[in-house]
């Protein structure tokens, strides 16, 4: 299976994350990296450059450095135009400007062109990956969940229910789908089902736990960690959400609210017009390392993972 990654962001902390990322992203030689990153460090580019491909090796398919001083001069014209047909604040509008909300996509778009160019002269990838440079996976990304018998699901369907009944939350059929998704990537988070947040958000088909396998090999859907700061999903499901990076605050749907125009929100709209169903993750104790870092909370001296619950961690210094 041909696995595409879509890396992009600042440097920041790229190089704690990096280990994580070659452990648990860059699982066999089928998986190639497409960046687009912006070096917001004193090193130049090009010795930078040197380093990812020293730690990627042949994973690392593309490199663009992104710059709106220089190479990408022309993002400015672009956002400015898009904030000019969005019904905003000015501080909303200053907000837009001074964050990485409307960057993050545009940098997506330009990895998706050079992943859309690689594939001319190759075969199309089966998945894509979106990795941010200060974000890691702490569960290795092996798409295991695909390879499951039908009697697999369904006893796994049973623990779902079991932990659902020991966390006093409703038996639901909604609450066994949406826990069944949110804990696909490792069963060594289904203990912790009583600390997810996330939720689905449903696209325009109906779902149900029964053909759950097949749903789980074909259906249309998306799995988040955090509504848009890491997803999965299949190649051909995916072809309209880089389009955010020209067509940002233009996404709308039944679930937008007042914060329609922030970058969770945007998102979660393009994937219920491209009719995609969105299964998102999140806890308390993951999202916390956005908001209230405390390496000790995550690692230890040797820079191990120290709960078996973590799927992900955004580290800040």
């Not at 600042?10 to 066999?28: G, P, W, Y």
């Not at 062109?113 to 001319?120: A, I, Q, V």
């Not at 659902?164 to 949110?182: A, G, K, P, Q, R």
């Amino acid at each position: 299976m041909k696995v595409a990654v879509m890396y992009t962001g600042a440097l920041r902390t790229i190089k704690k994350s990096m280990q994580f990322f070659i452990k648990n992203v860059l699982l066999h030689s089928d998986v190639h990296v497409f960046a687009c990153v912006q070096n917001d460090t004193d090193i130049v580019d090009s010795e930078y450059e040197a380093w990812l491909y020293s730690k990627m090796g042949d994973h690392l398919k593309s490199v663009e450095w992104f710059s709106i001083h220089s190479t990408h001069s022309n993002w400015i014209k672009q956002r400015d135009d898009m904030l000019h047909n969005m019904n905003i604040t000015d501080n909303t509008i200053q907000y837009l400007k001074s964050s990485g909300s409307m960057i993050e996509y545009y940098q997506l778009q330009l990895a998706y062109t050079k992943m859309m160019n690689f594939e001319r002269t190759h075969s199309k990838y089966d998945y894509i990956i979106r990795v941010r440079t200060d974000t890691i996976y702490a569960k290795p990304i092996d798409f295991h969940w695909l390879h499951w018998t039908d009697e697999e699901v369904e006893s796994r369907v049973e623990r779902i229910k079991c932990e659902l009944v020991e966390s006093n939350i409703e038996l639901s059929d909604y609450n066994i789908m949406n826990y069944f998704m949110n804990t696909l990537l490792s069963d060594d988070i289904i203990p912790n089902i009583y600390h997810i947040t996330g939720k689905t958000v449903q696209n325009r088909n109906t779902l149900s736990i029964h053909n759950l396998n097949d749903y789980i090999k074909n259906g249309s859907y998306i799995l988040t960690i955090r509504k848009n700061l890491l997803y999965i999903i299949r190649r051909d499901l995916f072809y309209l959400i880089p389009c955010l990076g020209s067509f940002y605050g233009y996404m709308e749907y039944h679930g937008s609210n007042d914060y329609w125009w922030n970058a969770e929100t945007q998102f979660q709209a393009i994937c219920y017009n491209s009719n995609i169903t969105s299964h998102d993750y999140s806890t308390n104790f993951d999202e916390n390392s956005l908001y209230a870092y405390d390496e000790k909370q995550y690692f230890d001296l040797d820079y191990n993972i120290l709960s078996p619950y973590m799927i992900y961690c955004i580290i800040r210094n």
